[in-house]
């Protein structure tokens, strides 16, 4: 069964470094999503890209954040100078049309 | 915005039925009902969902009530796998924001 798969699994990285996170998307699918889960909170939703751009962001996906898919499998985060407070887990997540998402495991970013 | 309710938590004995309730009163006509589990830190996984009739997969049942204002997810014979936190969420398909929002969901312990 396809599946999303997210790396690294962990990244630790200084505050004010940029990171970028990594997902391949489940190959047929359309539409791509970032959320991410601060230690103990909700889920939260960051962004969904289609058809090469933005379609909707969270006010947490602010100047900080981009999203880029730089080839046919590949769909990035970037954070351009992480804070501490950008410590969480982040999932990638696809769907093939506007329905069901299907989630990765997640890269567990912790910022010092 | 939360749209459902759910009990913070529940438990089950292994082997028994597990039956997690949601209210979605505010529920409209182009709204289905989505059920996503998440088991400690991984990534959200997709269980089931509906719009107004009964569904029924490998991994769970979904009952929707005739007024759509409420549903329960059933797992017929929970298995300590299953302790994880569920996820019931309402989202429209065909227009409208594409973002899953999580709310708190129920914390479901399946004891030996």
């Known amino acids: 069964e396809p599946e999303v798969t997210q790396t690294p699994s962990h990244q630790v990285t200084q505050m004010g470094q940029e990171v970028i996170l990594r997902c391949v998307p489940i190959?047929?699918?359309?539409?791509f999503y970032w959320y991410r889960q601060i230690l103990g909170q909700k889920v939260e939703f960051l962004v969904s890209f289609y058809n090469n751009e933005i379609s909707e962001k969270s006010e947490i996906f602010d100047d900080q954040f981009s999203v880029e898919r730089p080839d046919g499998s590949n769909f990035t985060l970037k954070i351009r100078s992480t804070k501490l407070e950008d410590s969480a887990m982040y999932f990638c997540?696809?769907?093939?049309?506007?329905?069901?998402?299907?989630f990765g495991p997640g890269t567990r970013l912790l910022v010092l | 915005d939360a749209k459902t309710t759910q009990p913070p938590s529940m438990d089950c004995a292994e082997g028994r039925a597990a039956n997690l309730p949601c209210n979605h009163s505010t529920i409209s006509g182009n709204e289905y009902v989505y059920w996503y589990r998440q088991i400690h830190s991984q990534g959200p996984q997709y269980i089931i969902h509906?719009?107004?009739n009964n569904e029924t997969n490998e991994m769970a049942s979904l009952i929707i009530t005739e007024d759509r204002k409420s549903s329960t997810l059933i797992l017929p014979h929970a298995t300590l796998r299953d302790t994880a936190v569920y996820y019931c969420?309402?989202?429209?398909?065909?227009?409208?924001?594409?973002?899953?929002?999580f709310g708190t969901g129920t914390r479901l312990t399946v004891i030996p």
């Open positions: 509906g719009l107004k």
């Open positions: 969420i309402v989202r429209p398909l065909e227009t409208g924001a594409n973002n899953l929002f």
């Open positions: 190959s047929n699918h359309l539409y």
């Open positions: 997540a696809s769907s093939r049309d506007r329905g069901t998402q299907y």
